[in-house]
């Protein structure tokens, strides 16, 4: 089957009622939120019942401060919540579901092996999407009977905030399924980015890759200190965080591995973790998560 082959069964996006995002971690727990403030029947998979449990606690945080900012109505959020459904078994879940979104753990072995066991129990119409920003779809789309209907449909962090979201075919995803995710995202209310052909780092983080590594010199060779970088980009830049808040906010161990994984691709050294993110992951300190990355912070 070619990318431009008609795909009769393939759900498109009024067809579309009911999402698995398959991950409870922070950028699952928002892009649940986000479906379910759309519209869209939720439900939320993890291996992990605590991981499940931080999750719903995390988007009922999240959705009533909206609520109380005055972004969505009460009644909008209470509505989503209602929408919104927690399970310990993603594939059981995936047999009734119209859309696949994967928000794992950015390691290939394990996405993989994920991929292959969705597309077993997944509906033959159903799109199976990862978020990841570092593992095009082409690396996972072999898994899986279906690698017309495999696509990156990558969120930004926080997914209910930021409004950018990058659609990636790989060299067999279809029309069909490039269209039905761009609709996806524009009824979520957001933006969307179409890339034509996959590249490590999609766009946005490529961008933002350039501005980190050469806060990252700067800062080891002693020009500046990773607070006042941040301030230059806050202040000359007008940023909203500067690039050593950023990782905090991403994660150390999240940046750790997403570098971890362009090295795997590439095989260039250059893409290998920076010498002092190497260091702040091997000391647990991944950011705001627990409270300790390239800053301290308090409950």
Known sequence: MTPDSTIDTIDTIDTIDDVLVVGAGAMGTQIGAAYALAGYRVTTGDLAPEALDQSRDEAQRRLRRLAEKGTFSRDEVDSA????????????????????????????????????????????????????????????????????????????????????????????????????????????????????????????NRLLGALRNEALRLEADGVASYQDIDVAARTALGHPMGPFELMDLVGIDVSYLIRLSEYEQSGDPADLPHPSVQKLYEQGRYGRKNGRGWYEYTS
């Open 81 to 204: 919540l209602e929408r919104m459904m927690y399970t310990t078994d993603s594939l059981e879940a995936a047999r009734t579901t119209d859309f696949v979104l994967e928000a794992a753990v950015e390691r290939i072995d394990i996405k993989r092996q994920l991929f292959a066991d969705l597309d077993e129990a997944a509906p033959e119409h159903v799109i199976l999407a990862t978020n990841s920003s570092t593992i095009p779809s082409s690396l996972l789309m072999d898994a899986t009977a279906r690698p017309d209907r495999v696509c990156n449909m990558h969120f930004f962090n926080p997914a209910l905030v930021m409004n950018c979201v990058e659609v990636v075919r790989n060299p067999q995803t279809s029309d069909a399924t490039v269209e039905a995710a761009l609709g996806m995202v524009h009824r979520l209310g957001k933006q969307p980015v179409r890339l034509n052909k996959e590249i490590p780092g999609f766009v946005a």
